[in-house]
């Protein structure tokens, strides 16, 4: 059955620093596969989507994503962390053969230090 | 501008009691979803629909129902209010291509007493 894991409830990074913020997808199939980003008392927002083609996929405000096939893994990037990017983000796939479903990850929290 | 919102934005609810939570968009979109979020469990979705005056379970539809008289709207039911429906509810919308990508509202909270 499809699933999406994010492995890391928490993640914590110095300002300035970079990040990676971990997914694993399982999908028969081609997966589209999506990042979003829901900052407090907010909804959610896309900020970036995979389809077949590129790998690596580039997303708002410096984010960047790559699929991998062989390792089931969508995992986002970014090279210098803001403290705006205080948020949760969630992995998200799409699935069924109609419809535009998607299961989310449970959510990683990235807190930003000054 | 495209939106989605959603009301009320906080609700509290008696045990037993009905609820209805309500979602209008104004992105002209064919699709629309209810996932109700909780913690340790992402997003889940419960029920959705691709045209007006019908409606499709999703993954968690027990205890809870849908509608949508028009495009625009999409209503969330809970007939008799739970405790184990306390939550933050989000709706979303999309387009009926292959982009798949979902607009989502800003939620939400529900409190069942």
């Known amino acids: 059955a499809q699933s999406v894991t994010q492995p890391d409830a928490r993640v914590t990074v110095s300002e300035g620093a970079s990040l990676q913020l971990r997914c694993k997808y399982s999908y028969f199939g081609t997966p589209y596969l999506f990042w979003y980003v829901q900052y407090p008392r907010q909804g959610l927002q896309l900020l970036l989507k995979?389809?077949?083609?590129?790998?690596v996929v580039q997303g708002v405000n410096g984010f960047e994503a790559e699929f991998s096939k062989s390792n089931s893994s969508f995992h986002l990037r970014k090279a210098s962390v803001h403290w705006s990017d205080w948020a949760v983000y969630f992995c998200a796939v799409r699935y069924g053969s109609s419809g535009n479903k998607l299961i989310f990850g449970i959510g990683t929290l990235l807190s930003v230090k000054p | 501008e495209a939106a989605v919102t959603q009301s009320p934005r906080s609700k509290v609810a008696v045990t037993g009691g009905k609820v209805t939570l309500s979602c209008h968009q104004t992105n002209n979109h064919d699709y629309m979803y209810w996932y109700r979020q909780d913690t340790g469990h992402g997003l889940r979705l419960i029920h959705y629909?691709?045209?007006?005056?019908?409606?499709e379970k999703g993954d968690i539809p027990d205890g809870y129902k849908a509608s949508r008289p028009s495009q625009e709207n999409f209503s969330l039911i809970l007939e008799l209010a739970s405790l184990s429906q306390t939550a933050v509810y989000f709706c979303?919308?999309?387009?009926?291509?292959?982009?798949?990508?979902?607009?989502f509202g800003p939620g939400t909270r529900l409190t069942v007493l």
């Open positions: 979303a919308s999309s387009e009926e291509d292959r982009t798949y990508e979902q607009y």
């Open positions: 995979y389809y077949p083609g590129d790998p």
């Open positions: 629909s691709y045209v007006a005056d019908s409606t």
